[in-house]
């Protein structure tokens, strides 16, 4: 059973992601780093590895979108329907 602090983490992880709140993603990556229920590698492997796998696939879908590897490229900022 995960403990208080590792529950709180989980739910400003999750929090912040779907409201888009930065400040309580930040706060609940930051109280995964401080777990104590998790060894050193295991707290890096998620807290570091995983966003940036998560950025690097990110990245790599608006490059492609950009060049129009795949789909067309995205319409330029401010661009909208008539």
């Not at 992601?17 to 229920?37: D, F, K, M, P």
């Not at 940036?52 to 492609?64: H, I, N, S, T, Y």
Request: aromatic share 10%; proline share 7%.
């Amino acid at each position: 059973m995960p403990g208080f602090v590792d529950a709180v983490a989980a739910a400003l992880l999750v929090g912040g992601a779907v409201t888009g709140q930065w400040l309580a993603a930040l706060a609940g990556w930051a109280l995964a780093w401080t777990s104590r229920r998790l060894s050193r590698p295991e707290v890096q492997g998620t807290v570091l590895v995983v966003p940036g796998l998560v950025a690097g696939g990110a990245l790599l879908w608006l490059w492609g979108r950009t060049e129009g590897r795949w789909a067309s490229p995205s319409p330029p900022a401010g661009w909208a329907r008539r």
